[in-house]
Nanobody
Framework: QVQLVESGGGLVQAGGSLRLSCAAS????????MGWFRQAPGKERAFVAA????????FYVNSVKGRFTISSDNAKNTVYLQMNSLKPEDTAIYYC?????????????????WGQGTQVTVST
């Protein structure tokens, strides 16, 4: 199985940028579809972005399209989430997750392994 550790969160002003990293150990991320999810206070955990293990295709929730970019570096066994033009509504705990299914999914129940999360706070 794979272990996931997120980093890169923090406090940033609206309009700023952050890059989240998800370092994997125990197994190569190339064996998984990788996703980022977020959970804002009082809300359910929700899909943000995913990258397919087979094709490298990327998928985003509409609210982050054009602002966020998911990528992976197999040599470093790390997945990234570059977040630009951040908005206060992006404030949440961000989680990295791995899914061993064949098809990439936006459904968090399909993901088998999760990191501990990293806090992102966007101030006005």
């Amino acid at each position: 199985q794979v272990q996931l550790v997120e980093s890169g969160g923090g406090l940033v002003q609206a309009g700023g940028s952050l890059r989240l990293s998800c370092a994997a150990s125990g197994r190569a991320i190339s064996a998984y579809n990788m996703g980022w999810f977020r959970q804002a206070p009082g809300k359910e955990r929700a899909f943000v972005a995913a990258i397919s293990r087979s094709s490298g295709s990327t998928f985003y929730v509409n609210s982050v399209k054009g602002r966020f970019t998911i990528s992976s570096d197999n040599a470093k066994n790390t997945v990234y989430l570059q977040m630009n033009s951040l908005k206060p509504e992006d404030t949440a705990i961000y989680y990295c997750a791995a899914d061993s299914s064949f098809l990439v999914s936006q459904n968090l129940r399909m993901y088998d392994y999760w990191g501990q999360g990293t806090q992102v706070t966007v101030s006005t």
